[in-house]
């Protein structure tokens, strides 16, 4: 069955650092989706990625879809301490209906 | 407030006891979904309901008996659970029946205890 893997599980930055979350597939995805969730949260809808090699920009936060559509990346630049929560990819091969979750990562900032 | 309300916030329960996580969303969707968070796990999809049809139960135990009496309601009776089984379950909605190509919108959640 398809497989995704998410790294790192876990990353610790001081404010101001960047960091970076991948996302990587064993099978050509449809379709990828990003979420947070704060601690003591819910996941909340960030971004999806459709097109091979799609970069699309929120503010701080650049997400990226490989050229194979087999891995995704999600970059923030300057952390705050507003960051902190866990990542989650959510992949679609497009066999089915549902989303495979990425284990997630999850981000703590120091101030 | 993300229109999806999940209730109760919080459950502890025996194994012997019997009850039902609700869920409500306000925002006019066709497709909603039952998951299941554990520590150092991915989310695991249960249950999806799409035009309050189910069309996904990925091997969920009996235990568990999902019920979606509209479009608006979905709800998770609990029976006989394990200690396995406490976690926080998240309850979704989408707008596209397929699920997998539209945001899904998630409840608080319901943090389950079984004792």
């Known amino acids: 069955g398809q497989q995704v893997m998410q790294i790192p599980q876990y990353q610790h930055v001081q404010e101001g650092e960047d960091f970076t979350t991948y996302c990587n597939s064993s099978?050509?995805?449809?379709?990828i989706q990003w979420y947070k969730q704060r601690p003591g949260g819910h996941p909340v809808f960030l971004i999806q990625?459709?097109?091979s090699g799609e970069v699309k920009k929120q503010k701080r936060l650049t997400f990226q879809f490989g050229e194979a559509k087999k891995n995704s990346s999600l970059h923030i630049t300057a952390t705050q301490t507003t960051d902190v929560g866990t990542y989650f990819c959510a992949l679609n091969a497009g066999n089915n209906r549902k989303l495979i979750w990425g284990l997630g990562t999850s981000l703590a900032v120091n101030p | 407030e993300t229109g999806v309300t999940q209730t109760p916030r919080h459950l502890v329960m025996g194994m012997t006891n019997k009850k039902s996580l609700k869920c409500e969303q306000h925002l006019g969707h066709n497709a909603m979904y039952w998951y299941k968070q554990s520590a150092k796990k991915p989310l695991e999809l249960m249950f999806v309901y799409s035009l309050e049809e189910r069309v996904e139960n990925n091997s969920v135990p009996s235990r568990f008996s999902p019920e979606c009496p509209n479009s608006s309601h979905l709800f998770l009776h609990l029976h006989t659970l394990q200690p396995e089984d406490s976690a926080l379950y998240l309850c979704?909605?989408?707008?596209?029946?397929?699920?997998?190509?539209?945001?899904?919108?998630f409840g608080p959640g319901t943090r389950l205890t079984v004792l």
């Open positions: 099978t050509t995805l449809s379709n």
């Open positions: 979704a909605s989408s707008q596209d029946p397929a699920g997998a190509y539209n945001e899904q919108f």
């Open positions: 990625l459709v097109k």
